[in-house]
């Protein structure tokens, strides 16, 4: 009987061992979100919220949208743990001048949020995700 309670509480030990190091390992939010093919999809509908929106999108009548999505997917890649990484200009000096209030981030912030909201981006990695990139709020907003 002592072996079979043994033999028991072993095979316990080792099936929580395996849990939690598997908890332990959890995957990143590039991984989580869906890698660059849903990075890149989140993108391309942002960008196309930005152009409807009305309230900002006079700040990207004259971008290069092409490079503007290509750049968007490298900092979103990097920045949630992807292999890419961003060589655009630092926020600050890519919108020194431009104006942007408060209202016009939120604004953004809302298409990013839409974006999301329409490939059912689950909460915590949507919540993940706008925490990352909100620290750049301070750089973007001059006004």
């Known amino acids: 009987m002592r072996s079979i309670a043994k033999e028991f509480l072993l095979a316990a030990a080792v099936v929580i061992g395996v849990t939690l190091t598997a908890g332990a390992q959890q995957k990143?939010?590039?991984?989580?979100?869906?890698?660059?093919?849903?990075?890149?999809?989140?993108?391309?509908?942002?960008?196309a919220n930005l152009a409807a929106d009305k309230r900002i999108n006079t700040f990207f009548a004259n971008s290069d949208i092409p490079a503007l999505k290509s750049k968007l997917v490298d900092q979103i890649c990097q920045a949630s743990g992807g292999p890419c990484t961003y060589t655009g200009k630092d926020m600050?000096?890519?919108?020194?001048?431009?104006?942007?209030?408060?209202?016009?981030?939120?604004?953004?912030?809302?298409?990013?949020?839409?974006?999301?909201?329409?490939?059912?981006?689950?909460?915590?990695?949507?919540?993940?995700?706008?925490g990352l990139l909100a620290p750049m709020k301070s750089d973007i907003v001059e006004g």
């Open 92 to 130: 600050k000096a890519a919108h020194q001048g431009l104006g942007i209030t408060e209202a016009d981030f939120n604004a953004l912030v809302e298409d990013l949020t839409a974006a999301l909201n329409h490939f059912k981006v689950p909460k915590q990695e949507k919540d993940e995700l706008l």
């Open 28 to 47: 990143s939010l590039y991984e989580r979100l869906g890698g660059q093919p849903a990075i890149t999809a989140v993108v391309d509908r942002f960008v």
